[in-house]
């Protein structure tokens, strides 16, 4: 296999990005190639790539596949030793190839991500992701100054935005899970990963900005929940149900919470999350689980989605029971 960087790209009418995105991967000093996967786009963006840029391996799917399956098959075609996820409506710094790549060479058993910047540069959007046990996730330093975070260190989640990992490793862990289309799908890897006892490095030096604006509607919750309900259903056994039974139902007062804020539509998308979350089949991950609890993050940040003092007190309260109930398990 060659040492050089499969570089992954899944692309849904993302025309706008692509040019600034592609150039400046094109930059990059790492031997590399760039593998495209249009999901079916409507708005000319795979006219414009075969137009631009020809040297770029591009696969094109009939219909929308979605995140997972897009990344699945740019894995299949990539003949790197190391495989790099990115989303298309990024633009990356000339060393962020590099210094995402370098960790692994020295060490067999991390997994890297990037600091992710707000596009403008501003803020930043998130330095590797939190993973809760109770699979409730959030962005780790979401619009703090570009300037924090300077160290390197292990995360609890990667981001699905742009990280790193070696294709064998990959394959290993089976890729992503294809039945999440939308959204999670990188919470559920990093599950993964804890499971086969990889760690997650997140890496200061390896700087995106990324076209980000956190913003959860009804519709996306539910594809959060539901795919937060799958995680779990996934990568916890009878017993770790009964253990966290009241981290879990905290999780679900946090949930429902947010969701009364849109009304009856919120209600229904939750409470259709549950019912599909539930019921949809999953194939149950075998690993180290309790790797996979001490590697997961206890608390929940308490600004984060937080609208009031009574929620930021409730969310204060929810974290000290978190962190007395994992002290149970563990």
Avoid at 117 to 137: M, P, Q, R, V, W
Avoid at 292 to 301: A, F, G, K
Wanted: aromatic content about 12%.
């Amino acid at each position: 296999m060659n040492r050089l960087a499969s570089i992954i790209i899944v692309t849904y009418n993302s025309k706008e990005y692509l040019e600034s995105c592609i150039n400046s991967v094109k930059k990059q000093n790492y031997p590399f190639e760039i593998i495209i996967v249009d999901n079916n786009s409507q708005d000319g963006s795979v006219q414009f790539i075969k137009k631009n840029f020809p040297d770029i391996k591009l696969i094109e799917n009939k219909k929308n596949l979605g995140f997972s399956v897009g990344n699945n098959l740019g894995a299949k075609k990539a003949t790197g030793e190391y495989v790099v996820f990115l989303n298309p409506d990024t633009i990356v710094e000339n060393n962020w190839l590099k210094e995402l790549i370098d960790p692994l060479e020295n060490d067999k058993n991390i997994v890297t991500t990037s600091k992710i910047l707000l596009y403008d540069g501003s803020a930043i959007n998130t330095c590797g992701n939190i993973n809760h046990f109770t699979g409730l996730t959030f962005t780790r330093g979401l619009n703090e100054k570009p300037d924090k975070y300077n160290k390197n260190g292990f995360v609890s989640g990667i981001s699905g935005c742009s990280f790193a990992i070696r294709k064998k490793d990959f394959e290993e862990i089976d890729g992503f899970d294809e039945n999440f289309f939308l959204y999670n799908e990188d919470s559920d890897f990093s599950w993964k990963l804890h499971l086969k006892k990889f760690k997650i490095l997140y890496v200061s030096s390896s700087i995106v900005k990324h076209n980000y604006n956190l913003k959860v509607l009804p519709e996306k919750l539910y594809h959060l929940e539901k795919n937060r309900y799958m995680i779990l259903r996934k990568c916890y056994s009878l017993k770790e149900f009964l253990f966290l039974f009241p981290s879990l139902i905290l999780a679900e007062f946090l949930v429902f919470g947010y969701a009364t804020k849109f009304g009856w539509k919120g209600i229904n998308y939750k409470l259709k999350s549950v019912k599909d979350g539930i019921n949809i089949k999953v194939n149950k991950e075998k690993g180290d689980r309790r790797n996979l609890l001490n590697s997961l993050s206890i608390e929940i940040p308490i600004e984060q989605l937080t609208f009031n003092k009574i929620e930021k007190l409730f969310k204060i309260f929810a974290n000290k029971i978190f962190i007395l109930n994992i002290k149970v398990v563990l």
